[in-house]
């Protein structure tokens, strides 16, 4: 079991390290490259050219990115060092460039040449007895295993023989810099008091040789202290690992990192908000160098963030981005996407929706191994939904583990919000006695955590850092009083120079003076002939007016004349005793009302040019339903789209729908049967329109020849479908079906249809 649990502390530091960012390499002295190539120029010795292409190899080497282009550029610069090296014989320069030429290709994706370069300087160094160059060479070795539990042991293998080369030849900082990659490795592997002593032994040999760039081992003992629970100590190495990179001006990652553990520390003491101006600070600076794995880590935090602050979804809206721009690769990370967006939803009680998200965690904890660390997750996502959904049966093994694994980090604040579900899950099952007992315990870690005298120390630090901070700010703000002050002496030349110029101003104010007038002339100018063009306006729109109303007073004038020829038409009716001359008339009466309605509707209307078909339709049938006197047998259902037409379309259409209805109620009906009539005028899309005139009657008969009958009706349908440019079609299927698809003249609104309108 103890084996187990050393397994889950390392597991656990992983995590850790999931949500906080290690980045010991940076915050080292670096050359700039521009100084690095003008030393070149004005030096002959061999071993200081020698030394100054390896620098400026290692330059190109370190550049953010893995550009092939800089890659390039380090292995000729690393060429150049090792054939000056070999020639004068320098046999450190020799085993540098030979260990740079693994770092390279290590960097390129190449390991196995890489590992067969570092072994060959490691051959060298050894073979010539250098020390430093031996302990380099096992550093480098040590980068080509991973952070699991066989590569992690053989790094601190590695690490502690570098520790002893550099500590035998003397050379302090590469020593203190072993120390604290060692620190960095027993904390993944959750050895946190000798990773403790390890960065404490780093410390203080770095502040005995004067090195001043401290902040990658404090950002590290604060990351320790912050897995052991202990947040005042984390805080304070946090805060001191921020001033000192903000006071040497190190913009690097590293930086970043320093402000994620920051921030990190103020989440687990449940102070969001400062939480979230650190992470904001880390973001922007992981977006600079466009860093996948630190932009997947910050925004992640910043969601679980949110999502304590109950802004669910602004915690949301940030897992998608997570997604697209930075996919994650690691298995920690494509985890802990699903486990915020189910944590997301369940806080805001949507566990519908959280529900295909635990079924993701719970395949995830099926499939990995017992002491993987990213079960801390998975259980606390399990434990949390089945206490909702109570599942009492399954839950307590689960709480079980989960403390098991709490209690072997030592950590206070994880167990006590396991103690807390526990709680949850004896108060639903209704055993008081133990919910009772586990909510002490989970009020006394708790407390443990947060006591009054943790958070006014931890206050006490932030205040101390923003004193320092503000004490920079004065200092910078003399230097900037003072650079005003070599300003205003530098303005009062300026002034004497301004005072020269000002006559030289009034003449270009007397110049633009007389353009000035020149533009009022021509502006008058203009005026007067935008008055006589409002002036033709005037009388153009006058003249159109009166065009207008004639245009109104002779549609008036046609529908009185139709009207007056269907009143002499009905007047010669009483005169005929011939049926079919009689149903002649009638016909001829239907039609011309077709065709008056629609100039009626255009003198009535405010546009003279078109017809609203949709009404058109609606009043034509209403005539039709009087002239027949149908209103029980036949029932009428109207569909039509907003379509407007212009006269020329609007009266042969309207005659086909008169030819069509009428045909419908004299025929499709016999001896009284019940029937419908639908009319159906849609919009197909910016310039064609479909009219369908349907009904449920007898239909035609089946040996029905449609190219052979000589029906005036159905000549004149097809006639007018022609005269529309469009396509007549008719079908008898459980009664007749009439369709006239035809493009529209001119472009017209178009309107969703509405529901069947009872006419």
């Not at 009388?539 to 009166?546: A, F, G, Q, R």
């Amino acid at each position: 079991m103890k084996h187990r649990f050393n397994h889950i502390q390392k597991r656990i530091a992983i995590i850790i390290g999931l949500l906080s960012i290690t980045l010991c390499g940076y915050g080292q002295r670096h050359d700039d490259i521009t100084d690095l190539r003008k030393k070149l120029t004005v030096t002959s010795d061999v071993k200081t050219q020698t030394d100054l292409y390896l620098r400026l190899s290692e330059q190109y080497l370190n550049k953010p990115g893995e550009l092939k282009v800089d890659l390039d550029s380090a292995m000729l610069l690393k060429n150049t060092a090792l054939n000056l090296s070999r020639k004068d014989g320098f046999e450190i320069g020799e085993a540098r460039a030979l260990l740079l030429d693994g770092k390279i290709r290590h960097e390129a994706g190449d390991k196995t040449k890489a590992q067969a370069s570092v072994a060959a300087a490691l051959a060298f160094a050894q073979k010539h007895n250098l020390l430093v160059e031996q302990g380099q060479c096992y550093e480098a070795e040590a980068q080509f295993y991973d952070n699991e539990n066989d590569g992690i042991a053989r790094k601190l293998q590695l690490q502690e023989k570098a520790i002893k080369l550099y500590r035998e030849a003397g050379d302090k900082e590469k020593e203190a810099t072993a120390l604290k990659y060692t620190g960095d490795y027993l904390h993944l592997r959750g050895r946190a008091s000798e990773a403790l002593t390890a960065l404490e032994q780093a410390l203080a040999i770095y502040k005995q040789i004067g090195f001043r760039d401290l902040q990658g081992v404090y950002n590290l003992m604060g990351n320790v202290y912050t897995q052991l629970g202990n947040y005042h100590l984390s805080i304070k190495y946090e805060l001191l690992s921020a001033q000192t990179a903000e006071a040497l001006g190190d913009n690097s990652l590293q930086l970043s990192s320093i402000y994620n553990h920051i921030a990190l520390t103020y989440y687990f003491l449940k102070q969001d908000k400062e939480a979230l101006f650190y992470w904001e600070k880390a973001k922007a600076i992981a977006q600079k160098y466009n860093d996948a794995g630190y932009m997947q880590t910050i925004l992640s935090n910043m969601a679980t963030s949110w999502v304590r602050l109950k802004q669910y979804q602004k915690a949301l809206d940030l897992l998608p981005v997570i997604e697209k721009k930075y996919p994650p690769t690691e298995m920690q990370m494509k985890l802990r996407i699903p486990y915020i967006y189910f944590n997301t939803y369940m806080s805001m009680r949507e566990y519908k929706k959280a529900e295909p998200y635990y079924e993701k965690l719970r395949v995830f904890q099926r499939t990995l191994p017992d002491d993987d660390a990213n079960l801390v997750y998975l259980y606390s996502a399990i434990i949390r939904y089945m206490v909702v959904v109570k599942n009492m049966k399954e839950v307590y093994p689960f709480l079980r583990k989960q403390d098991d694994l709490q209690k072997s980090t030592g950590n206070n604040l994880f167990r006590s919000e396991n103690q807390l579900q526990w709680f949850l899950a004896d108060s639903a099952a209704g055993d008081l006695k133990s919910a009772i007992g586990h909510y002490k315990l989970y009020k006394s870690l708790s407390d443990s955590v947060f006591n009054a005298d943790k958070a006014n120390q931890i206050n006490s630090l932030q205040i101390q850092f923003e004193t320092d901070q503000k004490d920079k700010n004065i200092k910078l703000l003399t230097k900037t009083n003072n650079l005003q002050a070599e300003t205003i002496r530098k303005d009062n030349t300026i002034k004497q120079v301004i005072a020269g110029a000002v006559v030289l101003l009034l003449l270009l104010l007397a110049l633009s003076y007389n353009r000035y007038r020149l533009k009022q002339k021509s502006n008058a100018l203009l005026q007067a002939k935008q008055d006589e063009i409002n002036r033709q306006y005037d009388i153009l729109k006058k003249v159109l007016s009166e065009k207008e109303w004639l245009l109104r007073e002779i549609h008036h004038r046609v529908k009185n004349n139709l009207q007056i020829v269907i009143s002499l038409l009905n007047t010669q009716s009483a005169y005929i005793n011939n049926q079919d001359a009689m149903e002649a008339i009638q016909n001829s009466q239907h039609r011309m009302y077709a065709m008056s309605l629609i100039h009626q509707k255009l003198y009535q209307s405010d546009s003279l040019a078109t017809i609203d078909m949709k009404w058109y339709i609606h009043e034509l049938v209403s005539y039709m339903r009087e002239c027949f006197d149908i209103d029980k047998n036949v029932r009428f259902l109207i569909e039509a789209d907003e379509v407007n037409l212009d006269v020329a379309q609007a009266v042969p259409l309207g005659l086909i729908l008169n030819e069509a209805v009428t045909n419908s109620i004299k025929y499709a009906f016999p001896n009284n049967r019940l029937g419908m009539v639908s009319i159906m005028l849609q919009r197909d899309d910016e310039r064609n329109c479909t009219l369908m005139i349907a009904d449920n009657g007898i239909g035609l008969p089946e040996d029905f020849d449609e190219d052979s009958l000589n029906s005036l009706g159905m000549s004149l349908m097809k006639g007018l479908s022609e005269q529309l440019g469009g396509t007549f079609t008719l079908q008898s299927d459980k009664g007749l079906h009439i369709q006239i698809a035809f493009p529209v003249n001119t472009e017209m609104a178009i309107h969703t249809p509405g529901e069947f309108e009872p006419a």
